[in-house]
């Protein structure tokens, strides 16, 4: 599964959109985006998945650049209950084990 | 309806000691995961259960470690002869298509093992 990076950690006032950047530029064609959130204290949350289209649901927008060698998850009206570590993964559509790295630490601030 | 549940919620034992861990998948999951974390870091595979196919072992760190799921539902991690090193959040997963499409695992709460 190919590799990839996000800021270790940001900031987003309450109300606001957090966009939060993922980079995989080694992704390839049969290889999915996945975005899951861990609050501090429970598991991990599946969050939203895109192959190549921009992809919403009640939680998150996610969007994939063209050559799909990044992809940004977009939180519209960030809540303090959003504060959490938020990882992006790389998939194949077969693919089940799910290996997480750093992530981004997301701060929701009032 | 119910999620994936864990028990115990915590485990203080001994080193030298056997455990047992449990995970009730949510019903009707064919397939069931077990992951570790351990403090600050990020999640490490151990064993991967679907339907009634031989279950990929592949991440278990050693011959200490096995699991099992019976009746394709509740499955039970066990650890023989407990290290320090084997202190971690343990988690349980399960979804239901583990094969092809989507990859939406379900977490339970974990089981933070602590080993002394």
């Known amino acids: 599964d190919a590799k990839t990076t996000q800021p270790t950690s940001m900031d987003c006032a309450e109300g606001r959109a957090a966009n939060l950047p993922c980079n995989h530029s080694?992704?390839?064609?049969?290889?999915?985006v996945y975005w899951y959130r861990q609050i501090h204290s429970q598991g991990p949350q599946y969050i939203i998945h895109?192959?190549?289209n921009n992809e919403t649901n009640e939680m998150a927008s996610l969007i994939i650049t063209e050559d799909r060698k990044s992809s940004t998850l977009i939180l519209p009206h960030a809540t303090l209950r959003d504060t959490a570590v938020y990882y992006c993964?790389?998939?194949?559509?077969?693919?089940?084990?799910?290996?997480f790295g750093g992530g981004t630490r997301v701060l929701v601030k009032p | 309806g119910a999620g994936v549940s864990q028990s115990p919620s915590n485990k203080v034992t001994e080193k030298g000691k056997d455990v047992e861990l449990r995970c009730d998948p949510i019903?009707?999951?064919?397939?069931l995961y077990w992951y570790r974390q351990s403090l600050g870091q990020g999640l490490e595979f151990l064993i991967y259960?679907?339907?009634?196919?031989?279950?990929?072992k592949s991440g278990l760190p050693s011959d200490r470690f096995s699991a099992e799921r019976t009746g394709g539902s509740v499955s039970t991690l066990t650890i023989q002869r407990t290290q320090q090193e084997d202190s971690a959040v343990y988690l349980c997963?399960?979804?239901?298509?583990?094969?092809?499409?989507?990859?939406?695992?379900?977490f339970g709460p974990g089981t933070r093992l602590t080993v002394l």
């Open positions: 997963a399960s979804s239901s298509s583990g094969t092809s499409g989507i990859n939406e695992q379900f």
């Open positions: 080694t992704i390839s064609g049969n290889e999915y």
């Open positions: 895109g192959l190549k």
């Open positions: 993964i790389v998939l194949k559509a077969a693919g089940n084990k799910l290996t």
């Open positions: 019903s009707g999951h064919t397939a």
């Open positions: 259960f679907q339907g009634n196919s031989a279950p990929d």
